[in-house]
């Protein structure tokens, strides 16, 4: 069963019955703002200063351009989630063969590595600089924000949305008087927004940017976020809600490129001019700001705003991780844990290599990180333009053909100067190794073999059809066999289930004690992080669907003559379940086990144990 998008927020946040056009754009902002905090994250830091201080304001253009691709592709994610109600990788999962999305989840969970591992290090070097912690120390320290992530979700979206808000106003702020320090040279600025490239080197900062600015789990994330909003499902309330946020997204977005432009245009202003054209680390950076600005809160500004991102970035990159897993794998694993899975996949490589060459790489590793999500760019891209062109999924509110194109072309432009470069750095490898043979014989396929995924997701959608939606989301098409032989002993029955094998045997069991004429009550809950957020508000694609497999329960029990109402509920089973057992007149709730114990209770979570001291009625627990 896949479960809903971020089910614990899901359709958390009203946008309806709002007294004022104001009141009802407001109530629409907030997911572009945690979406933009990965534009500015410390992984830019890195890919900006080194643009600033090598070519000077000559790279602002592809700053300028990939805000531009960025804007349009946030747009169609928000677009794919308001009018399907699924995240991307939910539309991935239907759309293409298990063996394909394994390897789309593979790459989007290597891009997530690689986004934590450049806030992990930039969070760490803004400790190191504020505070003077070695930056191992710093490293281990990140784990902490783990707590906070589920602090802030516990108090609900739009508190954790108001927590990000302040984290980039910090930011926005700091950079306002680093632009007075610094006071960069107009004309010269202007000048930069004309597109050039000065040699192979700018190439690879370009890439860096582009791929530090157009980030993959963004779009995974955006698709997701918008369906924490519940408005009217109309024709006219989605074109509102499209309206809505594009506005959201258009200013939160070019916020992130002031703050962007504003870290090359101090390195550029700083440094370039100053002629210290190797400046490329963090923390060189932090150095030279107080001697070269003349002021000592240069360097501390832009400190608390590198430590900013890092934590702002960090708790939307665990989303966007939770995301993937959830809609690829149809896997759901408890928030903390995910958390500390992600945090440790980047900290363990980020210890082992400053433990073996020191602190000095810290730059080269974040610079390398953003063209990892460079390269995975295209393997989210070209499935949400796909998505996105599609009239029958759309509903009618596919993208036109002048949007199309547009969207085609920044695809086309992404993945060719990623070509380019995994091209231009295999002939070297090739050139300068002493056993060529081994590369022909690993990279080369490899390589080759993404190649030809990246055709084979281009052509697909045009040849075959999307599986149909509930065949996807129920394996065992709800092809209940149920007897209703028992004896009459409780008068109101309700039934917890969850479109699995187990509920055969849980409402057999509830029949065999309450036979033919009890009353019966069907429970899901919907526990994806929207709905855990944003409670009943929460409207998505998981939600509709699991009304619709919780109405076909109702109808195939009411063909067997057997009179069956359906709640469902919204956010964590342990306590949905019991408020919603204690507020009705039940006799008895019957309950099928997940049939896993010990570690795996860690991983999944539990219900039962939680359960059964809160409810006031007994509870027949039933063995799958």
């Not at 450049?118 to 784990?143: D, H, K, R």
């Not at 700001?289 to 000592?296: F, K, N, R, V």
């Not at 019957?590 to 809160?614: A, N």
């Amino acid at each position: 069963m896949m479960g809903k998008s971020l089910e614990e927020v899901h359709e958390s946040v009203s946008t309806q019955n709002k007294t004022s056009v104001f009141r009802r754009i407001l109530a629409f902002f907030g997911p572009a703002y945690l979406i933009s905090v990965g534009y500015m994250d410390p992984g830019n830091w890195a890919t900006d200063i080194a643009g600033g201080s090598q070519f000077g304001y000559a790279l602002l253009w592809v700053l300028l351009m990939s805000n531009l691709m960025a804007l349009l592709l946030q747009s169609l994610s928000a677009r794919l989630g308001i009018v399907t109600q699924r995240d991307l990788a939910q539309a991935s999962r239907e759309t293409y063969s298990p063996f394909v999305n394994y390897i789309l989840y593979f790459l989007a969970e290597i891009a997530i590595a690689a986004c934590d591992l450049a806030e992990v290090l930039g969070m760490a070097i803004g400790i190191n600089l504020l505070f003077g912690l070695p930056l191992i120390q710093g490293v281990m320290i990140t784990v902490l924000d783990t707590f906070l992530l589920l602090f802030l979700i516990n108090k609900g979206m739009r508190k954790m949305e108001a927590f990000i808000i302040a984290l980039v106003a910090i930011i926005g702020v700091s950079f306002v008087f680093e632009m007075v320090f610094a006071q960069p040279e107009l004309p010269k600025v202007l000048a930069g927004l004309i597109p050039s490239l000065p040699n192979e080197t700018a190439l690879y900062i370009a890439i860096g940017i582009i791929g530090a600015t157009v980030m993959p789990h963004n779009l995974y994330l955006h698709s997701s976020l918008v369906q924490t909003r519940k408005f009217d499902r109309s024709k006219a309330g989605i074109k509102q809600a499209l309206k809505y946020n594009l506005i959201d997204s258009t200013i939160a977005l070019n916020l992130a490129f002031f703050v962007n432009a504003a870290i090359l245009i101090l390195a550029a202003a700083t440094f370039y001019n100053n002629g210290k054209f190797d400046v490329a680390e963090i923390q060189d950076a932090y150095r030279f700001l107080e001697p070269y600005l003349g002021t000592s809160w240069a360097p501390i500004l832009f400190a608390v705003a590198l430590i900013a991102a890092g934590q702002s970035s960090t708790i939307t990159g665990t989303l966007a991780g939770q995301i993937i897993m959830e809609g690829y794998l149809n896997l759901r694993i408890q928030p903390w844990v995910r958390r500390i899975i992600t945090r440790l996949i980047a900290i363990v490589p980020a210890v082992i290599v400053i433990s073996v060459f020191g602190e000095g790489v810290t730059g080269k590793m974040l610079i390398l990180s953003q063209v990892i999500l460079s390269l995975q760019l295209g393997f989210a891209i070209i499935p949400l333009i796909h998505f996105v062109s599609d009239k029958s999924k759309m509903k009618g509110f596919h993208i036109g053909r002048i949007t199309q194109i547009t969207a085609w072309i920044i695809a086309l432009i992404i993945v060719s100067l990623n070509a380019k470069l995994v091209f231009d750095e295999l002939t070297g490898w090739l050139a300068s190794s002493s056993n060529p043979i081994i590369l022909w014989l690993t990279v080369v396929p490899i390589c080759i073999g993404f190649l030809v995924l990246l055709l084979y997701i281009v052509f697909k959608p045009f040849i075959t059809k999307a599986k149909h939606d509930i065949l996807n989301h129920s394996p065992h098409h709800l092809a209940l066999q149920f007897n209703k032989s028992g004896a009459y002993n409780k008068k109101n029955i309700a039934i917890t289930v969850d479109f699995s094998k187990s509920d055969e045997s849980a409402i057999n069991s509830a029949f065999e004690l309450g036979g033919a004429e009890a009353n019966y009550t069907l429970i899901h809950v919907v526990e994806t992080v929207g709905a855990m957020m944003y409670g009943e508000n929460i409207e998505d694609h998981e939600t509709t669907i699991d009304e619709k497999l919780l109405q076909e329960y109702q109808e195939m029990l009411a063909e067997n003559g057997i009179k069956a109402d359906i709640q469902l509920g919204f956010g964590k089973p342990n306590k949905v379940i019991p408020k919603i057992v204690n507020e009705g007149n039940f006799d008895i709730l019957v309950m099928g086990t997940h049939g896993h114990t010990g570690f795996k209770d860690l991983l999944f979570g539990t219900t039962v144990d939680k359960l059964r001291h809160q409810i006031s009625i007994p509870l027949f627990i039933v063995k799958k």
